[in-house]
């Protein structure tokens, strides 16, 4: 390598390199801050949840329908089937 | 909520002072070196992030080997936190070192052993990240990854040696290197106090930021455990 009498100005890239340097630490330490900060509060959602109402959340939501119900739908089925019966014993007497 | 404890704070302090240290010797007490001017400064945190982020890789790897003989989650915690900050550090190495390539070797990148080596280690534990996303199952995902981390640990110690096996431009500060390098250079005495001192201030920053991320690896487990108790 040549030997120069004054040394070449790279200050420049210097500059660079521990800007660069600072930001990506920088960034590093922000996004562990976010993430630890997101979990805490996800923690603390989910501790409060299962203190507040474990019956609520482990208790199955009534999907059965009302005993009414089922015999509503029985007496329109019932009535459903009447009038079917009838309209047909009426076309038999017309084409008669 | 957790809170940290006075040691951890204590130690975030002790990081920040020694940064600052680290910055003043590099910056200040350290003399200009003479054939490649200011830019050789780099060098100082260059090496230092590099040497900490190849033994973070290997530490994983050991935690990986420790994790797939004791199935213990915790393992499994400390190899994603290793691996996790030596690609940050290794990502500052990389880029500190083209910065100070652009001067010297008159370009940003070159496909040098000691480059591609360093290239691939780094994709290999990008690829780590991705194969751990890719897995739902938190064991599987755990005894995955210690596999690849073992095997992966291995890029660590070739990128290490790689200028030292085969031929390249890249420069040998510490002990015996091929001499038409270009970027060689002697240290003096200066030089060689804020060279490892950076090396012992990247250490303690490694140790600080490993144990913030293993604290939220266990926070993040714990609320991974308690959606399972209530779902």
Do not use: C
């Amino acid at each position: 390598m040549f030997i120069l009498d004054t040394p070449p100005d790279t200050s420049a890239y210097m500059v660079a390199g521990y800007v660069i340097f600072f930001i990506l630490m920088i960034l590093y330490l922000i996004s562990l801050f976010i993430r630890t900060r997101n979990l805490n509060q996800e923690l603390t959602i989910l501790e409060s949840m299962k203190v507040q109402s474990p019956s609520e959340i482990e208790r199955p939501v009534a999907i059965n329908p009302p005993q009414s119900a089922g015999r509503d739908l029985k007496r329109k089925t019932a009535k459903a089937k009447v009038g079917r019966s009838n309209r047909v014993k009426k076309k038999v007497i017309k084409k008669k | 909520m957790q809170t940290k404890s006075i040691t951890f704070k204590i130690l975030d302090i002790i990081s920040v002072l020694l940064l600052a240290t680290a910055v003043y010797l590099a910056l200040v007490y350290a003399p200009e070196e003479l054939q490649m001017g200011q830019v050789q400064r780099v060098f100082y945190f260059h090496v230092a992030t590099a040497w900490t982020a190849l033994l973070g890789f290997v530490a994983a790897g050991v935690a990986g080997i420790v994790y797939l003989v004791t199935k213990d989650s915790k393992w499994d915690i400390v190899e994603v936190s290793a691996v996790e900050i030596s690609l940050v550090f290794f990502f500052i190495t990389i880029v500190l070192g083209s910065i100070w390539a652009r001067p010297i070797w008159n370009t940003w990148w070159t496909w040098d052993p000691r480059l591609t080596t360093a290239a691939v280690t780094e994709l290999i534990y990008i690829a780590y990240f991705m194969l751990r996303e890719g897995i739902e199952d938190p064991d599987r995902r755990a005894r995955f990854g210690a596999v690849y981390t073992v095997v992966g640990s291995f890029s660590a110690p070739i990128t290490f040696f790689a200028i030292r096996l085969f031929r390249t431009i890249h420069p040998v500060v510490i002990g015996a290197g091929d001499p038409s390098a270009l970027g060689t250079f002697d240290m003096t005495s200066k030089m060689l106090v804020a060279f490892m001192f950076a090396l012992f201030t990247f250490s303690v920053i490694f140790v600080d930021l490993f144990w913030n991320r293993i604290r939220m690896g266990n926070l993040a487990s714990k609320v991974e455990q308690l959606k399972l108790s209530i779902m």
